[in-house]
């Protein structure tokens, strides 16, 4: 009677400790096998796989152009370190080399670029107005008067390139100079006036124009005269650059062709052949800054895009714009950069686990379009693992002890 007594009572815990013990094994079996069932328990995480750069090569294809291949092909790119040796070899590659973007005006003989050329003189057009004077012969040269200005007594240029002058009638002066043109009404007039002195002289310039748009202070046309036009001066007449103007990026079109000049080199490097004389229907396109961003991603406090100031930021200074790395969740041994500007993509490593690897960080720059990311430590991939993976276990969990009346109240 004792012993059923005694059953009777221990009965109820024994079953309760049953019952925890297999709901604990259940609920770690859950795990294991979700974790198993996946591979591994970090790759489950979406967008935070950078462990796997850690191969010193690139864990996916990147477009690669093989030698004088026309057409990239997939390839793995090496991951290179960031040490004072690279940081010496980039020193050492880019110093003696100015910026060469070609330039329209730099015209190619053999594939060599030849230096900006002097401006040839001006040629008359349509629509200019011609001074002629003939000394001592004032009726030729102001037949109205005094009275008239400059402009109204100067010789107009018909659209079909001619002038019409007394005693010599029509004559056609579209393309030529004011010393050729002179020339020609001193040998037509020398039939009639005996040793003629008389001068041509350009009074208004109105056949020929450039476009000067984009990021400028005021955009619009501008007269080409007989002073050379150079890009320079063309951008300072048009009041400058703007604030979000990029000046290594002018794009100039000529007859069909665009060409990018890089003044920035011009004021930095001494590059004076990027100062390219202009031609009449140039455009002169100013781009703005917009394309000069780089992009810091991953375990930083304010990830995103960062714009360029003049072209110039260095790895240490994104990662300063960018609140620097999260002390919490990030691990500074793995910090990449990554570079696809170039037939061939570059990709950089940087190991920040110790403070003094941020003087490196800070002589290596940055080129626009550059992406930089910080990866996540160990045990925050895991920690979000064990988040995506814990509502699904909750959920079987609680499933498990519901009991199904059809079934006689069985789980």
Request: with cysteine.
């Amino acid at each position: 009677m004792n012993q059923d007594l005694h059953g009777a009572a221990f009965a109820p815990s024994a079953v309760s400790a049953r019952k925890a013990a297999r709901k604990a094994i259940f609920r770690q079996g859950i795990l294991v096998g979700l974790c198993a069932a996946l591979g591994a328990c970090a790759s489950i995480v979406p967008g935070d796989r950078a462990y796997s750069l850690r191969d010193e090569q690139s864990a996916v294809k990147l477009p690669v152009k093989a030698g004088d291949a026309a057409e990239p092909v997939p390839a793995n790119v090496a991951i290179k370190p960031i040490t004072a040796e690279l940081i010496i070899e980039q020193l050492k590659a880019a110093a003696p080399q100015k910026p060469t973007a070609t330039d329209a005006n730099l015209r190619a003989t053999n594939g060599k670029a030849n230096t900006v050329q002097a401006a040839p003189d001006y040629k008359i057009g349509p629509g200019d107005i011609l001074s002629i004077i003939v000394w001592d012969h004032p009726e030729l040269t102001t037949p109205a008067g005094q009275y008239r200005s400059a402009d109204q007594a100067g010789t107009v240029v018909n659209e079909d390139g001619t002038i019409y002058y007394p005693y010599v009638g029509t004559l056609n002066v579209a393309g030529k100079t004011t010393r050729q043109v002179r020339d020609m009404l001193t040998k037509s007039l020398s039939k009639f006036i005996e040793k003629v002195q008389l001068d041509v002289r350009m009074t208004a310039f109105r056949s020929k124009r450039v476009y000067v748009v984009g990021e400028v202070t005021k955009p619009g046309l501008l007269e080409v005269t007989d002073i050379p036009l150079t890009v320079l001066e063309a951008v300072n007449r048009a009041g400058g650059f703007g604030p979000e103007a990029d000046h290594s990026r002018v794009l100039l079109t000529r007859k069909g062709t665009t060409y990018r000049v890089d003044i920035q080199a011009m004021y930095e490097a001494g590059a004076t052949e990027q100062n390219a004389l202009l031609e009449p229907g140039d455009i002169l396109n100013v781009q703005d800054r917009s394309f000069n961003k780089i992009f810091v991603l991953g375990e930083v406090q304010k990830p995103g895009s960062l714009v360029m100031t003049k072209k110039r930021s260095t790895l240490a200074e994104a990662l300063a714009d960018t609140g620097y790395i999260t002390q919490d969740r990030s691990n500074p041994k793995w910090i990449y950069v990554m570079r696809g500007d170039s037939d061939v993509p570059e990709l950089f490593h940087l190991d920040g686990s110790s403070p003094d690897a941020m003087l490196l960080a800070d002589r290596f720059p940055l080129k626009p379009r550059d992406i930089v990311y910080v990866d996540a430590a160990d045990v925050v991939r895991w920690n979000r693992v064990i988040s995506n993976i814990l509502p699904t276990a909750t959920t079987l969990y609680q499933s498990s002890l519901t009991k199904y009346p059809l079934f006689g109240g069985r789980q």
